[in-house]
């Protein structure tokens, strides 16, 4: 499997994930380790785009570089729904999660589709990009996404 299309997978079993944690907060019930993974898949995922695939293919084209700061905007604010919701499920807040992860699904439905029809399709096929492990790749412990993280230095 080439990684275009790993990525587009990841892309679906996240939002299935998604889908079923809803499903579960409309029975007053939610499995934690189903929004662990989601976590650690999600936030492995933004760390891949942001670490090496973005600045792979960010070659001094003025529109991508846009195109990929808006995406990274859009990390943050997945980022931060995702430290929410960790917390409304600690607190039991069936509403709120239910709020917080639908605008998750919200934010991935549009981010996903510009990544795959704009940026996965610049991935040229058997390149090191195309051919880098994904899977085997750990999210450093501390790492938080790029938007984040200035916001945070700023401060
Ligand atoms: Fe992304
Ligand atoms: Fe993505």
């Given amino acids: ?3 275009e299309i790993w990525l587009k997978n990841d892309h679906s079993i996240i939002d299935q994930k998604i889908l079923e944690v809803m499903d579960q907060i409309d029975h007053e019930h939610i499995n934690t380790d189903l929004f662990a993974e989601i976590e650690s898949g999600l936030k492995r995922h933004i760390f891949f785009e942001e670490t090496i695939l973005f600045p792979s293919l960010d070659d001094g084209d003025v529109r991508i570089h846009q195109m990929m700061e808006g995406l990274k905007m859009e990390h943050a604010a997945l980022w ?7 917390k409304e499920i600690a ?3 069936f509403i709120k999660i239910k709020k917080s992860v639908s605008e998750m699904l919200m ?3 549009v981010h996903n589709e510009i990544e795959e029809k704009n940026v996965y399709t610049l991935i040229k096929s058997n390149s090191e990009i195309d051919k880098f492990d994904i899977e085997a790749l750990e999210l450093p412990s ?6 984040l993280r200035n916001r945070k230095n700023t401060k």
Avoid: A, P, T, Y
């Fill in 91 to 93: 607190d039991e807040i």
């Fill in 80 to 86: 931060k729904l995702m430290n929410i919701v960790d």
């Fill in 142 to 147: 501390g790492w938080i996404c790029e938007k």
């Fill in 1 to 3: 499997m080439n990684n």
């Fill in 107 to 109: 934010i991935l439905r």
